[in-house]
């Protein structure tokens, strides 16, 4: 028969199994890395899981977390390049990417992330003069984005983003800069309601000259149609009742068409023979008075 264990060894031995799981076992949990040392060195890193760890010899170093970090710095005094200081608090966005860098690449590494940050924020704005740094608030943002990522990879850090928080220029330039903003917008006001009235007295100018050309227009066109009234209204009384006047032109008319043919006889008007008449006692008068102008000469020339 089998000597029995008495019942505080059985006891202490189960106590011994509790501590040991308790000690060594880990549970890993999610979006964390832990970082484990073998006598003081590094060993490895442990991702999502259960893991064993040797007691008196293993140990876990840090325990780093793979969630973004959102890094709210206080103000930092900054002196622009126009000699105008400000205060500019920052918010940097960053991730660890390598739990053993980020365990033995540098001592604090939020603390050192927020004089990087100072730093690299004096340089920015200390080339920038105000109303630059005002202005350009993104440039800013990604320059101190790009410092920071490229000097924090040894570190295992990713750096996002930086966002400039609050730009606080002192007071006596937030009033200046207030009084050019109303003087600006004063000046806009005046130039909009000038440029206003400007075209307003165009358009009544047109508006007038468009109205004259529009009376000219139609006097010249009633002076028209009244002197094409009239000329119809002689035409219609000289075809009802004729004068002389119009017989002869018709006369005259007709003779030209007539002589104008192929016939062999002519017909000529009493009219035109009288007009015919007269034009040659007219030719022969002036047929004299060229002889008398001729025969005086000649004498002025014997004499």
């Known amino acids: 028969m089998m000597p029995t264990l008495p019942t505080y060894i059985i006891l202490g031995f189960i106590f011994f199994t509790l501590f040991v799981l308790v000690t060594c076992v880990r549970i890993v949990p999610q979006a964390q890395i832990f970082v484990i040392e073998r006598l003081g060195s590094y060993l490895r890193s442990w991702n999502t899981g259960v893991h064993f760890l040797v007691p008196m010899i293993d140990r876990v170093a840090n325990r780093v977390s793979l969630k973004e970090k959102v890094l709210d710095f206080p103000p930092q005094p900054v002196i622009t390049k126009d000699n105008v200081t400000m205060n500019i608090d920052t918010v940097v966005f960053c991730q660890v990417t390598d739990a053993k860098l980020y365990t033995y690449g540098v001592e604090q590494p939020i603390n050192a992330i927020d004089k990087l940050t100072a730093t690299t924020l004096r340089n920015i704005i200390g080339s920038l003069k105000l109303d630059d740094t005002l202005a350009s608030r993104d440039q800013i943002n990604q320059r101190i984005t790009m410092v920071l990522d490229e000097a924090t990879d040894k570190w295992g850090i990713k750096v996002n983003r930086v966002e400039l928080k609050n730009l606080q220029p002192p007071h006596n330039v937030l009033e200046d800069m207030q009084k050019l903003v109303y003087a600006d917008r004063e000046r806009r006001k005046i130039e909009t309601l000038a440029e206003a009235r400007r075209m307003k007295i165009e358009t009544l100018a047109e508006a007038r000259r468009r109205k004259q050309v529009l009376l000219a227009e139609g006097e010249k066109s009633a002076k028209i149609l009244r002197a094409e009234g009239e000329s119809e209204a002689i035409r219609m009384l000289n075809e009802a009742a004729p004068n002389d006047k119009v ?30 008449s007269m034009t040659a006692t007219v030719s022969e008068i002036l047929k004299s008075t060229d002889n008398t102008d001729s025969n005086s000469s000649d004498t002025s020339k014997n004499s």
Do not use: C, H, Y
């Open 247 to 276: 017989l002869v032109l018709k006369s005259f008319e007709a003779f030209i068409r007539a002589a104008d043919g192929k016939s062999n006889k002519l017909i000529i008007p009493s009219q035109i023979q009288s007009i015919a």
